[in-house]
C-alpha cells in the first residue's frame, strides 16, 4: 500500500527557511492532494496546505505568505519551504494524502499519513 | 475560519465502556468531518470519514453520526488499545481545521 516518509533537518535556525520533503512509495501521485501538517502541543493539529498532482495549490492563511508547495512526480515527492521561520514554527510536521472518490462523491482527507518529523527552530 | 470545539477534553474510562466523543462546528459543514485517532509518538490514523463512514480495517466499535454542526464518535465497547487521543476534522472549507483533541484514559 502506499506510504509516505518526511525528511529533512530537524534544526532551523530563526529567520531562515524550513525545508521538507515528502516521498510517496507503492503508489502514483496522480490524482491526489499531497498535505503538509504539522502538530504542537499548544495548539495543536494545523493543516498547512495541499498540492495537487495537477500543481494547484492550497495554503492556510495563517501561513500562506511564508508557505510554498511543490511537486516533483517524476521523483514521486512533494516539498515543503517556511520562509522566516521562529520558534512558533517548531512541531512535527506530517505529510498526508487526500482524495476525492469519484463513484461515492465521498472527499477523503488524511489517509495514509508519514511518520512525521519534529522540527526544532533555534535562536 | 470555522472553529472546532470538541467535548471532552479528556475522559477517563474503563475496559468495555461505551464512550461518547463530540465535536462541534462554528458553522454548518454538512457531513464533511472525519475522526482520527492518535497514540503517543505516532501519526494520526483516520478512523471515520464522511461523517459516518467506517474506514476500512478500522473495528466495527467506532461508529460516527451527526451533521451540520454537531457530530459524535462513539465507541460501543472500550478496548486496552483504544486508550489514545482523539480529533475531528472539518474539511467543508478552508482553512480546514481540527478540534482539539480528547485524551482517553484509563480509568
Known amino acids: 500500500q502506499v506510504q509516505l516518509q518526511e525528511s529533512g533537518p530537524g534544526l532551523v535556525k530563526s529567520s531562515e527557511t524550513l525545508s521538507l520533503t515528502c516521498t510517496v512509495s507503492?503508489?502514483?501521485?496522480?490524482?491526489?492532494?499531497w498535505n503538509w501538517i504539522r502538530q504542537t502541543p499548544g495548539a495543536g493539529l494545523e493543516w498547512i496546505g495541499y498540492?495537487?498532482?495537477?500543481?494547484?495549490?492550497k495554503y492556510n492563511p495563517s501561513l500562506k505568505s511564508r508557505v510554498t508547495i511543490s511537486l516533483d512526480t517524476s521523483k514521486n515527492q512533494f516539498s515543503l519551504k517556511v520562509t522566516s521561520v521562529t520558534a512558533v514554527d517548531t512541531a512535527v510536521y506530517f505529510c498526508?494524502?487526500?482524495?476525492?472518490?469519484?463513484?461515492?462523491?465521498?472527499?477523503?482527507?488524511?489517509?495514509?499519513w508519514g511518520q512525521g518529523t519534529l522540527v526544532t527552530v533555534s535562536s | 475560519d470555522i472553529q472546532m470545539t470538541q467535548s471532552p477534553s479528556s475522559l477517563s474510562a474503563s475496559v468495555g465502556d461505551r464512550v461518547t466523543i463530540t465535536c462541534r462546528a462554528s458553522?454548518?459543514?454538512?457531513?464533511?468531518l472525519a475522526w482520527f485517532q492518535q497514540k503517543p509518538g505516532k501519526a494520526p490514523n483516520r478512523l471515520i470519514y464522511?461523517?459516518?463512514n467506517l474506514q476500512s480495517g478500522v473495528p466495527s466499535r467506532f461508529s460516527g453520526s451527526g451533521s451540520g454542526t454537531e457530530f459524535t464518535l462513539t465507541i460501543s465497547c472500550l478496548q486496552s488499545e483504544d486508550f489514545a487521543t482523539y480529533y475531528c476534522?472539518?474539511?467543508?472549507?478552508?482553512?480546514?481545521?481540527f478540534g482539539q483533541g480528547t485524551k482517553l484514559e484509563i480509568k
Open positions: 507503492g503508489g502514483s501521485m496522480n490524482n491526489y492532494y
Open positions: 464522511a461523517a459516518s
Open positions: 476534522l472539518q474539511h467543508n472549507s478552508y482553512p480546514y481545521s
Open positions: 498526508a494524502r487526500g482524495s476525492y472518490d469519484i463513484p461515492t462523491g465521498y472527499w477523503e482527507w488524511f489517509d495514509p
Open positions: 458553522q454548518d459543514i454538512r457531513d464533511d
Open positions: 498540492i495537487h498532482s495537477s500543481g494547484s495549490t
